[in-house]
């Protein structure tokens, strides 16, 4: 297939060698002569813009850091309106349920749009094993299948466009409750004598493991966690937050123990 | 080193083989004849009393199940502080109060040994593939002097920091994870009213940065905490009221973390 390829940075870079690899033929923008070098330097076209990236493409994948910039690159820079007819936009970028929709709106009407948020990291898209949660309609996920599987399993379709990033969200506002959570434990730990070095070397071997456990127990404490995942969650909470009080959904017992996960490493 | 196991249940049946087949020589003790026999095709050798074990022993091992059984076995003319040698360890794998340690911690010394708490985790399972997790408290020497035989069926080993402390450290594991039940039951039921069903969001979220112990058995169970609080709710609820009990008494906050355990024991009917 031809694909174009927009955000070929730290999860784009290896998605584009997959691609390659895959015998598709790629063409990813990129606007400086440094960058052209490094593109095709992968064995990928360098296009220079958005229309080039979107010229006779059976896909184009966004892999862009924000929703802003999904935004800025798919409606303001015209990329969505210059898809050509049949083919299928495919956005990783994690973002509100509303960017999916607006892109949609904004495409041809015989342009397929599918958000396909991700789990996982360069080393899992390197091995193929990335988790991709894709939302749109059957039609869509079919066709952009294909694509995706050059460099993700599982791929979850989720939902109709949108889902993938509600469920993402989902996954973020647990993730930072976990956090909230471990952090209150290790605090608690502190008060009755238990060090928090100790406590997480034995933790993330029993029944209160998680992910997020094993993040924090890799990093040696809490507060450094925090801070190397900091920026990622509070932007994904937000949207979160804002997505349940938009469909006047209650976060429920999630809520405390995401606000414990905002309040700065051991401020009590 | 000359090892003594009582409680060879469905926990300490498990690390009792590990330690004998690990070449360790061991002496049992149990109530019943009937107990032991697993153990006739093993080297292990069996005592009469608790105080005859100990007297062949520089590491008594308790697995029995509560406070008052880890008393009794201590305690008496029969009992092992009756047979203890000097420089003996005595280890209490048993989950009980950290206070309930501390006080036994004494009564140990007085008789010359030393008693270190370390409680497990990881089941019988964990006790026969040799990869159950011990929670250690007491003096660094006594832990060191243990670890050889705990490595036996344990890995890690970890040690918590003085007596009590490995009793601690279960107890906030147990508290963690009852707490960790109601986010992730909370959000499956999220996903409902955004669109998601259950299956898909348990399926994403296993593969994702929010996977955790609890949410697999809140999606094995379908989504709901019912089965999960046929068998376990009781214990959940004692563990969860037990380090409510340990703040109190430390004039420790308790806070989310404690609230979120408490909104798990209402959601499975167990209320504290």
Redesign the interface.
């Known amino acids: 297939m031809r694909i174009g390829f927009v955000g070929a940075g730290r999860m784009g870079r290896p998605m584009v060698t997959r691609l390659l690899a895959a015998g598709h033929e790629v063409r990813v923008l990129a606007r400086s002569p440094d960058r052209r070098t490094g593109i095709t330097g992968l064995g990928a076209v360098a296009a220079p813009d958005l229309e080039a990236v979107a010229a006779h493409a059976d896909a184009v994948v966004v892999c862009v850091f924000t929703d802003d910039q999904v935004r800025e690159v798919c409606l303001d820079g015209g990329l969505a309106q210059a898809m050509p007819p049949g083919s299928v936009l495919i956005v990783h970028t994690t973002g509100s349920p509303d960017t999916a929709t607006a892109l949609a709106a904004a495409a041809p009407d015989d342009v397929l749009v599918a958000d396909a948020p991700l ?2 990291g360069p080393h899992d898209i390197a091995a193929g094993r990335l ?1 991709v ?1 894709i939302g749109g309609d059957d039609t869509t996920v079919t066709r952009a299948r294909p694509v995706l599987s050059a460099y993700a399993d ?1 791929i ?5 466009l949108g ?1 993938g990033h ?2 993402k969200l ?6 930072t ?2 956090i ?3 952090a ?2 290790v ?3 502190a ?5 928090e070095s ?2 997480m ?3 993330p ?9 094993a ?1 924090v127990a890799a990093r040696g404490s809490v507060a450094e966690f925090r801070s190397s995942v900091g920026d990622f969650v509070r932007k994904d909470v937000a949207v979160a937050r804002a ?2 009080a938009g ?1 006047g ?6 809520d ?2 995401i ?2 996960a905002e309040t700065s490493a051991g401020s ?1 | 080193m000359r090892v003594g196991f009582i409680g060879l249940g469905s926990q300490g049946g498990p690390m009792a083989r590990r330690i004998v087949e690990a070449g360790h020589p061991t002496t049992l003790w149990a109530r019943r004849a009937a107990t032991l026999e697993p153990f006739a095709d093993t080297p292990a050798t069996y005592a009469d009393t608790p105080a005859a074990l100990a007297a062949r022993s520089d590491l008594i091992c308790l697995c029995v199940v509560g406070d008052e059984d880890v008393r009794q076995v201590l305690s008496g003319p029969d009992g092992v502080l009756a047979g203890l040698t000097h420089g003996a360890v005595v280890a209490v794998h048993a989950t009980v109060h950290p206070d309930t340690c501390r006080e036994l911690a004494k009564t140990v010394a007085a008789a010359g040994g030393t008693l270190i708490d370390a409680p497990v ?2 089941g019988s399972m964990g006790a026969a593939a040799g990869t159950l ?1 011990v ?1 250690a408290g007491g003096p660094a020497e006594a832990v060191r002097r243990a670890r050889p035989v705990f490595d036996s069926y344990a890995n ?1 080993v ?5 007596v ?2 490995g009793q ?3 107890l ?6 009852t ?2 039940l ?3 039951r ?2 499956l ?3 409902a ?4 069903g259950p299956d ?2 348990g ?3 296993a ?9 697999g058995r809140v999606v094995s169970g379908g989504g709901s905490l019912d089965r999960l609080a046929a068998h376990a709710g009781h214990l959940l609820r004692k563990d969860v009221g037990l ?1 409510a009990d ?2 109190a008494a ?1 004039g ?9 355990a408490d ?1 798990t024991l209402a959601m499975m009917n167990h209320p504290r």
Do not use: C, W, Y
């Open positions: 789990s996982g988790t949660m599982p979850v379709h989720v939902g109709p889902a509600r469920v989902v996954n973020n506002a647990l993730f409750a976990q909230g959570l471990i209150e434990a605090r608690l730990a008060d009755l004598g238990v060090p100790a406590l070397s034995a933790l071997h029993a029944s209160s493991s998680s992910r997020a456990l993040g997505l349940a469909l959904v209650e976060l429920g017992v999630l405390a123990a606000a414990a009590r | 985790s990881g997790l929670m890690p970890v040690h918590l920091g003085e009590g402390a601690t450290a279960k906030l594991n147990n508290l963690l994870f707490a960790n109601a986010t992730a909370s959000t039921a999220l996903g009213q955004l669109g998601i898909r969001l399926e994403v979220i593969h994702g940065t929010a996977n955790s112990f609890a949410l380090v340990l703040a430390a420790a906050d308790p806070g989310v973390v404690l609230s979120t909104a």
